[in-house]
């Protein structure tokens, strides 16, 4: 069956860097198109990054910008999210997701603070 695995999540000061990792499982994944997805407490949880089968296309919302990366490496059915220069508001849950499957990961909880 269809398996995430996040990774990577931690406490950082503001401006730093953290770099969230998914393994994949359970399906072809190089066929996929996977996304990075987060949920901060008391808000909807909302779409980070994706990137498509081959990662020939990328999309971002607006608030991570130029700041966060989204690439994959399909010899090795993972997906990754470098987060830089780390904000407060980016505190939030990290969840790996692939829409085809509708399947999850469990969570990295990224914390931001001072």
């Known amino acids: 069956q269809v398996q995430l695995v996040e990774s990577g999540g931690g406490l950082v000061q503001p401006g730093g860097s953290l770099r969230l990792s998914c393994a994949a499982s359970g399906f072809t994944f190089r066929s996929y198109t996977m996304g990075w997805y987060r949920q901060a407490p008391g808000k909807e949880r909302e779409l980070v990054a994706a990137?498509?089968?081959?990662?020939?296309?990328?999309n971002y919302a607006d608030s991570v910008k130029g700041r966060f990366t989204i690439s994959r490496d399909d010899a090795k059915n993972t997906v990754t999210l470098q987060m830089n220069n780390l904000k407060p508001e980016n505190t939030a849950v990290y969840y790996c997701?692939?829409?085809?499957?509708?399947?999850w990961g469990q969570g990295t909880q990224v914390t931001v603070t001072s």
């Open positions: 997701h692939v829409s085809f499957f509708n399947s």
């Open positions: 990137i498509t089968e081959g990662g020939g296309t990328t």
